[in-house]
């Protein structure tokens, strides 16, 4: 299964045969006051350098989260949606729970984007499919609805089927529908990862669809997150998680070597490329 996304004229294909797609995460406000109140102020520059650390470390496409409490997200998601593309061709992931700031991001992105995200919700559904078809963007459908989280991988997997579902009803084709089976603090539930992974294999097994999470999630809390990520990361990678929201920085090498030694890096050529890029 390919999924496409494009920037101004840039492609990335997300394929279910790998190699892995990296979403990079950082431009999201969580512990980064500082991305708020430049943004605020109108000052771009601080978000561009976020942009480009990631770029250089070989993110493929951006996640972009401006949400915070007291922000207008409706008119700032679209302003630095159009100051990222004025500066860089990588593909953007529109990150916002308000359709409304979806929709107005979506207006002014060249391209096809990747929308985060739908959930089973219905409500949820009636908003953003239609945007999605309108626009011809990709979507994150988080495995998730009405009633709440299941701990069941089984019920995650109904979830998926069901957004996968009427999302092709509304005529969005199956390789835009990616799916997000919920990665969530292990030290919060000791089952937490194994949850998400037996999902990550499920949803892989039976949907065939390409599958992203947000995968620093499961270290909250914790000492040594990197080796936790990477180690969780890994484990995903095998059972069929192909496009992680994570960050770059931390994560490429374990991505680059996981690639390698599941056969998807002829000649380690991506593997190296990205250790020479380190020195
Ligand atoms: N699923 C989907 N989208 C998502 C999430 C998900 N978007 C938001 C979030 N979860 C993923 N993005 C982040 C962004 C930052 C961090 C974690 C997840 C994070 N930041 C560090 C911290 O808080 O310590 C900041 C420092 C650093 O860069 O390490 O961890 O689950 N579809």
Do not use: W
């Amino acid at each position: 299964m390919k999924t496409i996304l494009t920037g101004r004229t840039k492609e990335v294909i997300i394929d279910t045969d790998g190699p892995v797609i990296i979403i990079g995460e950082s431009i999201n406000p969580t512990r980064r006051k500082k991305l708020v109140s430049s943004l605020e102020a109108g000052d771009f520059e601080y978000v561009l350098e976020l942009a480009r650390i990631q770029i250089n470390a070989m993110a493929d496409v951006l996640d972009v989260n401006v949400g915070y409490p007291g922000v207008d997200d409706v008119k700032l998601l679209p302003e630095t949606v159009q100051v990222l593309q004025d500066n860089f061709d990588i593909p953007l992931c529109l990150d916002s729970p308000n359709p409304k700031a979806i929709e107005a991001a979506l207006m002014v992105a060249k391209g096809k984007c990747l929308i985060n995200s739908v959930n089973g919700e219905e409500r949820s559904l009636q908003a953003l499919l239609p945007l999605a078809k309108e626009y011809g963007a990709a979507i994150i459908g988080l495995v998730m609805d009405d009633t709440g989280i299941t701990h069941l991988p089984e019920k995650r997997l109904l979830i998926a089927e069901k957004i996968l579902e009427r999302a092709v009803k509304m005529g969005i084709k199956e390789e835009n529908v990616v799916i997000d089976p919920l990665a969530m603090a292990v030290s919060a539930e000791t089952n937490a990862c194994l949850i998400t992974l037996e999902t990550i294999r499920l949803v892989h097994q039976k949907l065939g669809l390409n599958i992203t999470m947000g995968a620093s999630n499961i270290s909250f809390g914790l000492p040594n997150r990197e080796i936790l990520n990477a180690a969780f990361m890994a484990l995903s990678i095998l059972n069929g998680l192909t496009c992680p929201i994570a960050n770059p920085e931390k994560i490429t090498a374990t991505i680059r070597a996981t690639d390698l030694i599941l056969a998807r890096d002829e000649f380690a050529i991506r593997f190296v490329e990205n250790f020479q890029s380190t020195l």
